[in-house]
């Protein structure tokens, strides 16, 4: 059964940081790329950036030098490490698998403001 879960979200204030993990099945992980993703209240869901299996990334322009994912490939984990936090930023992110086309972890929420 594929599974993932998404986790470290939480209340930050603007110009903060987190670090959010996601650990996937190793059937959808292994030799795929993974995505993060996020959905704002009211917004459609948008990607953030990916990272290939390579350990090639890919961001969209708004994170670009704020925003870096990795992957530990040992733990079947992604991370999205997230610095100088705005109150845009805030949203629910999800990670995905580029194996499959439905599967969509719980996310975990993050909240930008003071």
């Known amino acids: 059964q594929v599974q993932i879960v998404e986790s470290g979200g939480g209340l930050v204030e603007p110009g903060g940081s987190l670090r959010l993990s996601c650990a996937a099945s190793?059937?959808?992980?292994?030799?795929?790329?993974m995505g993060w993703y996020r959905q704002a209240p009211g917004k459609q869901r948008e990607l953030v950036g990916t990272?290939?299996?390579?350990?090639?990334?890919n961001y969209v322009d708004s994170v670009k030098g704020r925003f870096t994912i990795s992957r530990d490939n040992a733990k079947n984990t992604v991370y999205l490490q997230m610095n100088s936090l705005k109150p845009e930023d805030t949203a629910v992110y999800y990670c995905?698998?580029?194996?499959?086309?439905?599967?969509w972890g719980q996310g975990t929420q993050v909240t930008v403001s003071s």
């Open positions: 990272i290939a299996s390579t350990g090639t990334t």
């Open positions: 995905k698998s580029s194996a499959t086309l439905t599967s």
């Open positions: 190793r059937s959808i992980f292994s030799g795929y790329a």
